[in-house]
């Protein structure tokens, strides 16, 4: 079972407590939701890089060099 460490500040005592079924499921629910979040950004983040060099190539076909492709 997971646990959770408790400090208290005052007196630097450390406790490990196992978590509740909530928190576990909570847990679970929360690492679901950022893996969805992730796919998500990553998605976008390739979609933009896909994006970006298409049209670097398109700007090739036109004639464009490299160097005329940086200055925009």
Same mark, same amino acid.
């Given at each position: 079972?997971?646990?959770? !460490?408790?400090?208290?500040?005052?007196?630097?005592?450390?406790?490990?407590?196992?978590?509740?079924?909530?928190?576990?499921?909570?847990?679970?629910?929360?690492?679901?939701?950022?893996?969805?979040?992730?796919?998500?950004?990553?998605?976008?983040?390739?979609?933009?890089?896909?994006?970006?060099?298409?049209?670097?190539?398109? !700007?090739?076909? !036109?004639?464009?060099?490299?160097?005329?492709?940086?200055? !925009?």
């Amino acid at each position: 079972m997971p646990t959770k !460490l408790i400090i208290n500040c005052e007196t630097g005592e450390q406790t490990e407590v196992e978590l509740t079924a909530e928190e576990v499921a909570q847990r679970e629910a929360d690492a679901a939701a950022y893996a969805v979040q992730k796919a998500e950004q990553d998605a976008a983040e390739a979609a933009k890089v896909a994006a970006k060099a298409s049209a670097n190539a398109k !700007l090739k076909a !036109l004639g464009l060099s490299d160097v005329e492709i940086a200055a !925009l």
